[in-house]
């Protein structure tokens, strides 16, 4: 059974930082996605396990930053420069490995429980 384990979400104020953490029980592609109330869950960010392909949503690109750490089988999101907007319930996601980086949430069998973040102002 995959098992994703989020952790590091909180209150931080605009402009500040905040780093997520997501523990697989395998190797997968991961991604994260995020999802405000009233809103569709949306792509932010995602890694390739076996290679260094990112990819990341615009409305992040310059501010987030995902990496990974393959003997903790861990993926990080990095959070700078947060904005308001940035509000939401983080998802990490998982996808067997392969050449394709996905952005859709569909093409993600696998998530985590989520996580609160909240920006203030």
């Known amino acids: 059974q995959v098992q994703l384990i989020e952790s590091g979400g909180g209150l931080v104020q605009a402009g500040g930082s905040l780093k997520l953490s997501c523990v697989a029980s395998g190797v997968f592609n991961m991604a994260w996605f995020r999802q405000a109330p009233g809103l569709e869950r949306e792509f932010v960010a995602a890694?390739?396990?076996?290679?260094?392909?990112?990819n990341y949503g615009d409305t992040v690109k310059g501010r987030f930053t995902i990496s990974k750490d393959i003997a903790k089988n861990t993926v990080y999101l990095q959070m700078s420069s947060l904005e308001t907007a940035d509000t939401a319930v983080y998802y990490c996601?998982?996808?067997?490995?392969?050449?394709?980086?996905?952005?859709?949430?569909?093409?993600?069998?696998?998530w985590g429980q989520g996580t609160q973040v909240t920006v203030s102002s």
């Open positions: 890694i390739r396990w076996s290679a260094a392909n990112t």
């Open positions: 996601a998982a996808q067997d490995a392969s050449p394709l980086l996905s952005t859709e949430w569909r093409d993600y069998p696998y």
